[in-house]
């Protein structure tokens, strides 16, 4: 059974820094292409970053371009979300997801495992 699970989130004040991290078990990780989501209270779940299998290629939703980073490490079957310069309208529940077969792809459809999100709130 696959299973993800996300850490590093919790309470900062705008203009400072996350790293949330996502350890997957059950598949081999270099697999997988792996993304990050967000969903803010009353919002859709939506596209923040991700990173192709072996780590070489990565996008981005705009709203995050220049601020956040994304990246993989496969001996530990982790992926991370570097988040600086954070907004206040960066405050959601983000989620690591892990796709099969659509590798970089930005549309939670294509996802195939989430894990249970961690909660980021930026203060102002």
């Known amino acids: 059974q696959v299973q993800l699970v996300e850490s590093g989130g919790g309470l900062v004040q705008a203009g400072g820094s996350l790293r949330l991290s996502c350890v997957i078990s059950?598949?081999?990780?270099?697999?997988?292409?792996m993304g990050w989501f967000r969903q803010a209270p009353g919002k859709e779940r939506e596209f923040v970053a991700a990173?192709?299998?072996?780590?070489?290629?990565?996008s981005f939703a705009d709203s995050v371009k220049g601020r956040f980073s994304i990246s993989r490490d496969n001996a530990k079957n982790t992926v991370y979300l570097q988040m600086n310069s954070l907004k206040p309208e960066d405050t959601a529940v983000y989620y690591c997801?892990?796709?099969?077969?659509?590798?970089?792809?930005?549309?939670?459809?294509?996802?195939?495992?989430w894990g249970q999100g961690t909660q980021v709130t930026v203060s102002s």
């Open positions: 997801a892990a796709t099969l077969d659509y590798s970089g792809s930005v549309y939670t459809c294509q996802y195939d495992y």
């Open positions: 990173i192709s299998r072996s780590g070489a290629r990565t």
């Open positions: 059950g598949r081999t990780f270099s697999s997988v292409g």
